[in-house]
């Protein structure tokens, strides 16, 4: 196999690899009564338990209103719970229940342990190389998101 034909096939294994990615988020965000937006919310509050409702929507990239929005459909949802900051009392805070934690748990538990396996097989060396490619392609996407968030939109 020549270089261009085995980056052809990295670039293959990518796109199967981001639709695996979508296909689980769905199948994730089906199980748990939410929509997509609503899971990739939960999983940035699970992360950083407490989040501010503004932190929440510049990490989400989501107008406040719409962040609002969430956070109302996550706290129906037994997922969250808003509370004022105690030191900013303009601040509220929006933290994960007990029902959050224990659904991350069921739903990515399984896929931590899975992934962990998986990656036991790899040598250090091939560790440091998955590391460095996978952090090279986090690079170059999120480049070519600012590029086409440069563009006009399309009519």
Known sequence: MSKDDGVREVAVRMRLLQQSFDAFDKAAATRLGLNRTDLRCLDLILAKDPMSAGELTTAAKL????????????????????????ANRRRVLVAATEAARTAEHE????????GTSALRRYSEEQL???????????QVQEDQTTRLKGLPVRE
């Open 128 to 138: 440091a190389v998955i590391t460095d490619f996978l952090e090279t392609a986090r």
């Open 107 to 114: 739903v990515y538990g399984p896929l931590g342990e899975a």
């Open 63 to 86: 107008s406040p209103a719409a962040t609002t929005t969430v956070i109302d459909r996550l706290e129906r949802a037994g997922f969250v719970t808003r509370s004022r900051d105690a």
